[in-house]
């Protein structure tokens, strides 16, 4: 998405933390290294020396954020005059959803916490890099956290430039979510791969594969996985695995995500 102009962003971390932004960092870059819908990321130094990065949301995000949330609210008002679309969603539990995620990504204090919990998590996996927060320079608009861009795991030529395997790098990104899911009940709700990176590690024996770390970035949507769920959710990993169709829509039915009525068989 098109970035915001350099000097607005400056504007509003100064407004965050009441600071000239020269006593908050050494530098701040105008080079952008993402914008995406809500924030951009601009790299930056503080003024101990450390690069990091800046997450800064939108100047003036929250009140489009708000105008677009009643445009949504309005287009779900009018659906449902649909019974076809009643009978098979439940619109006001979307519509509450949809504002509730959107909101929770507008406060970066809050992924800050996640970011820190996930951390703490996975604190004992070798294999799983989650970057350092710098809280002292994290506001409700700006996050800065350490520079962890390496290889982006879609990048299977880059993969395999490095010495890496992408099948491996596959199976460990599947074991981590299994973890989030049934382990942590914590789990990382946007994996596209702007938010995934493969480090390669050095290795001492030339022969053995090499090694590598999995960083997550971006902990703005997180998911928590309530206990009336834990249990129909490893039903729904078995039947996924054993292709048992049944099995399936029996798990959605004890996870209570299925509309009274609605024809199991057809799901089936």
């Known amino acids: 998405v098109p970035a915001e102009p350099y000097a607005a962003v400056i504007a509003q971390i100064e407004e965050d933390f009441g600071r000239p932004i020269g006593e ?49 609210g309005l287009a779900i008002r009018l659906l449902r005059f649909s019974k076809k679309i009643r009978r098979r969603v439940d619109l006001a539990r979307l519509a509450d ?30 294999q799983i890099r989650v970057p350092k927060i710098y809280l002292d320079r994290t506001a409700r608009r700006t996050l800065t956290a350490e520079n962890v861009a390496t290889i982006k795991i879609s990048d299977r030529a880059a993969l395999l430039a490095a010495g890496l395997d992408p099948a491996e790098v596959a199976r460990v990104l599947y074991r981590t979510y299994m973890r989030q899911i049934f382990e942590h009940s914590f789990v990382h ?7 995934l990176f493969v480090e390669a590690l050095e290795s001492e024996d030339d022969d053995a594969p090499r090694g590598f770390r999995i960083t997550f970035i971006d902990f703005g949507m997180m998911a928590t996985v309530p206990p009336r769920l834990r249990g129909a959710l490893k039903e729904y990993a078995i039947a996924l695995g054993t292709r048992d169709a049944k099995r399936l829509v029996e798990a959605y039915a004890a996870a209570g995500v299925l509309l009274p009525g609605a024809d199991l068989t057809r799901l089936e």
Do not use: C, M, W, Y
């Not at 951009?40 to 101990?48: F, G, I, T």
């Not at 009140?63 to 009643?70: G, S, Y």
């Not at 959803?97 to 004992?124: G, H, P, S």
């Open 24 to 72: 908050l960092f050494a530098e701040v870059s105008p080079e952008i290294l993402g914008a995406a819908s809500l924030a951009q990321v601009h790299p930056a130094r503080l003024l101990s020396g450390e690069r990091v990065v800046v997450k800064a949301l939108r100047p003036g995000i929250e009140r489009l954020v708000e105008t677009d949330l009643a445009a949504v």
């Open 189 to 195: 709700a946007d994996p596209h791969p702007g938010n």
């Open 97 to 126: 959803e949809i504002a509730r995620t959107t909101r929770a990504e507008l406060d970066l204090r809050t992924e800050a916490q996640n970011a820190e919990r996930f951390a703490e998590q996975f604190q004992n996996d070798p």
